[in-house]
């Protein structure tokens, strides 16, 4: 009897039948996705009922994290962000004033309510700082809170640090897991950039905040198409606007992009929420502008870094695409266009796609910047396949897209760039790396993103053996050790997947711990000796010296740690000067400018030599007024900062801060200095409103000398300091007019018209005797 069927004849039972339907095959072990999907946290509740809850249960929740985390999660994260603020509030105060300019501005906004709202750099209002202001006013609370010191102005830069840690964490785990956010709140913590901006009082500190919170909103849009989380977005741009302009747009294109496309709803939704969000960043950022642009000229300070006292010229030319093209009228070297372009090289260093790698750049930033590419094409590639709205992908775009277009503009741009602008990258770094690291470890059991996993370590650590090489002098064992462990935990996560059991957990978990101390071993040297060392000035840098760096923003100079009138703080004294006599050239430094000096304590167009006495470093600007010959910028004992006080402030004798303070309140300004940093030593070492001529180059045309003539006719300035800027004394200096600009001018008036005296070292006049 023969049939069909697949079930047992009753009449003719199979020998097995008993064990009917027979066995299946061993089932094979499931694929383990990179970025498998996962749930969403739970909502809270909504509506004024749920915050009393919320509240009484806030304690708990903090320490607890979310229901799913495992319990370790939210401990690891507190300690993360303790272990960050320990680190960045160490040896906070080593910094001084830090950037004076802006140290200024803020003693000038804890005094006066109109200067805080301005930004001016002094209580009396003469002329604003060349940003927008957001960047000052926690600052300047809390020196009205504290007092006047560097702790106060610092310390809220240092919680920035702390709260952009955990955005970073928190937007990584809304998709990732607690181990994904934790190597990602890490890496941005340990960022040799990051441990320096965020110890410095420079706008960055909160642009950077401000953008990650910018990320965290798009990313929480982005999960249920929230018209809410896509406000708060636009909300944070246009508080990015208020803090260092144009900048804060440079991810805005790629944000929106990713929300446009992959946001789970209609498209002519996504679209008119992508116009509410634009709303409100025009809200945000413009109120403010457009109080500045209708207020009247005469009822407000003159707006700092512009020809023709407006914000708006200031925000598109010498702040906004100048920085693009090179084209910065009343800059340091402004209204050439193009330099450095191409590969070619410039006053701020050469240009091109390897631009964030070279020089003293890449100790900034680069230590994982190809192991973020790296994980940005494997997390694209692994989600491919994924729905139009997944998450991970989603994420991996909005990181992308901010790494990609900021990084891409530093790249080319041909107008000024400095070193710490790369912190603006650290948070997409960070990101990228954690979020690939996440995924690449649990599928670690496949060969394909085992190897992906290992390559990148393997990578990252030649790259920590090119970077560290860079500062042989700088722990010359830790290039050897990180490439070495990096390399053999390298080898060990390729095998690691193919041991079963514990065993295979040990080894894996071992290597994997010897994979991050390989990774982060470069950079946190750096950070450690970024927050050991006081930085000062208008150009500073992390970490330690580096050859074949200029300061400037490129390589091309000698070793230094930090660029001219800016970088770490030494002793006075310290090594030899340059020559700066009229004419003369240093090694490795710019051109002598007429009427140079050592100390800064001679009258417009005297020529002096630089070399030995109140000099230090090697690498210092010969030959500018009021300029201290010096390693970088570091401070002399006398006189005027690097490049006549354009990069670094001057140091002010106990002998003239008494002079000034003399009869102070008689007068709106107890002096007049060409340059804002000059400026705002003096009025920091008085605590006195000091007139900024000139602004930040000394070249902006902010008053006229019939205009400074009314002035000290009607007894408003009592002291007029020599040196300083681009234009005192200098026919006009590298960004004003060649026929000599009004600081130039009001310098030559003032030594023809009034005796000199020296006064700690410093030339001044007093303008109440002829």
Do not use: C
Not at 244 to 251: D, I, S
Not at 511 to 539: E, K, M, N, Q
Not at 661 to 669: L, M, N
């Amino acid at each position: 009897m023969t049939t069909t069927s697949s079930v047992p004849p009753t009449s003719e039972p199979w020998p097995e039948a008993a064990n009917y339907p027979p066995p299946a095959p061993p089932a094979r072990a499931a694929v383990v996705a990179p970025f498998p999907p996962v749930a969403l946290p739970q909502p809270g509740p909504k509506g004024p009922g749920s915050w009393a809850g919320r509240l009484r249960t806030l304690p708990s929740r903090a320490w607890r994290g979310r229901p799913d985390d495992p319990r370790w999660a939210r401990p690891a994260l507190l300690g993360l962000l303790a272990a960050t603020a320990a680190l960045y509030f160490w040896n906070l105060s080593s910094s001084g004033w830090a950037n004076a300019f802006y140290s200024a501005a803020v003693q000038a906004g804890s005094e006066s309510w109109k200067a805080f709202f301005y930004g001016s750099s002094d209580a009396a209002n003469f002329i604003t700082v060349d940003k927008a202001p957001m960047s000052l006013w926690p600052m300047a609370l809390s020196v009205r809170i504290f007092g006047l010191s560097s702790w106060s102005i610092l310390a809220p830069q240092v919680l920035m640090a702390v709260a952009t840690v955990a955005t970073v964490y928190a937007t990584v785990r809304r998709r990732f897991s607690p181990l994904g956010g934790l190597v990602a709140g890490g890496a941005l913590a340990l960022t040799p950039v990051a441990a320096l901006m965020f110890r410095f009082n420079n706008p960055d500190a909160l642009l950077v905040l401000l953008l990650t919170l910018a990320a965290y909103g798009v990313v929480r849009a982005t999960e249920t198409a929230s018209t809410r989380w896509l406000l708060f977005t636009g909300v944070m741009f246009g508080f990015g606007f208020l803090t260092k302009t144009l900048q804060a747009f440079l991810v805005l294109p790629g944000f929106a992009l990713v929300y446009l496309v992959v946001a789970p709803t209609g498209l002519w939704r996504r679209v008119r929420q992508l116009l509410l969000a634009g709303l409100a960043m025009v809200a945000a950022g413009g109120w403010w502008v457009a109080i500045v642009e209708l207020a009247p000229a005469s009822a407000r300070p003159y707006i700092g870094g512009s020809q023709d006292n407006d914000f708006l010229s200031v925000t598109f030319g010498y702040n906004g695409f100048g920085r693009i093209t090179g084209n910065e009228t009343g800059s340091v070297g402004g209204g050439g266009g193009g330099r450095g372009g191409g590969q070619g090289g410039g006053m701020w260093g050469s240009t091109g796609i390897t631009r964030l790698l070279d020089g003293d750049i890449g100790g900034q930033i680069a230590w994982l910047l190809p192991a973020a590419l790296i994980l940005l094409a494997a997390g694209l590639w692994a989600t491919r396949r994924y729905g139009r709205s997944d998450g991970a992908r989603a994420a991996f775009l909005v990181w992308g897209s901010w790494l990609l277009a900021t990084g891409l503009t530093f790249s080319f741009m041909s107008g000024i760039f400095h070193q710490y602008y790369t912190v603006a990258l650290a948070p997409a770094i960070a990101a990228l790396v954690g979020m690939g690291v996440d995924g690449l470890w649990r599928a670690r059991e496949r060969m394909p993103y085992a190897a992906v996993l290992s390559g990148t370590l393997a990578v990252t650590a030649w790259w920590a053996y090119v970077l560290l090489g860079r500062s042989g002098e700088f722990l010359p064992w830790l290039r050897w050790a990180v490439l070495v462990g990096g390399l053999a935990a390298a080898v060990v996560l390729l095998v690691a997947g193919r041991l079963s059991g514990r065993l295979g957990a040990r080894v894996a978990a071992v290597a994997g711990l010897a994979a991050l101390a390989a990774a982060l071993g470069g950079p946190a040297a750096y950070a450690l000796d970024t927050v050991s060392t006081g930085h000062s000035g208008s150009i500073v840098t992390a970490g330690p010296r580096v050859q074949g760096s200029n300061g400037f923003g490129g390589p091309g100079g000698g070793p230094g740690g930090g660029g001219p009138g800016g970088g770490r703080m030494m002793p006075p004294g310290a090594g030899q000067g340059w020559n700066g006599q009229n004419g003369g050239t240093g090694q490795n430094t710019m051109p002598a400018f007429p009427g140079g000096t050592a100390r800064g304590g001679t009258a417009p167009g005297q020529g002096q030599n630089a070399q030995g006495q109140n000099a230090q470093g090697q690498n210092g600007m010969p030959g500018f007024p009021g300029g201290t010959a010096g390693d970088g910028g570091r401070r002399g004992a006398t006189g005027g900062g690097g490049m006549g006080g354009l990069l670094n402030g001057a140091q002010v004798s106990s002998e003239m801060s008494a002079l000034l303070k003399q009869d102070s309140d008689a007068y709106t300004w107890v002096a007049a200095a060409v340059g804002s940093q000059n400026q705002a030593s003096y009025q920091l070492a008085t605590g006195k409103p000091v007139m900024a001529l000139g602004g930040f180059n000394g070249t902006d045309p902010s008053l006229s000398l019939e205009a400074f003539q009314q002035y000290v006719a009607e007894g408003r300035i009592h002291y007029f300091i020599s040196g300083g800027g681009m234009g005192g004394g200098m026919g006009g200096g590298m960004g004003g007019d060649a026929s000599g600009n009004d600081s130039s001018k009001i310098a030559a008036w003032v030594a023809a018209t009034y005796p000199a005296k020296t006064v700690g070292g410093t030339t001044v006049y007093d303008l109440t005797q002829k």
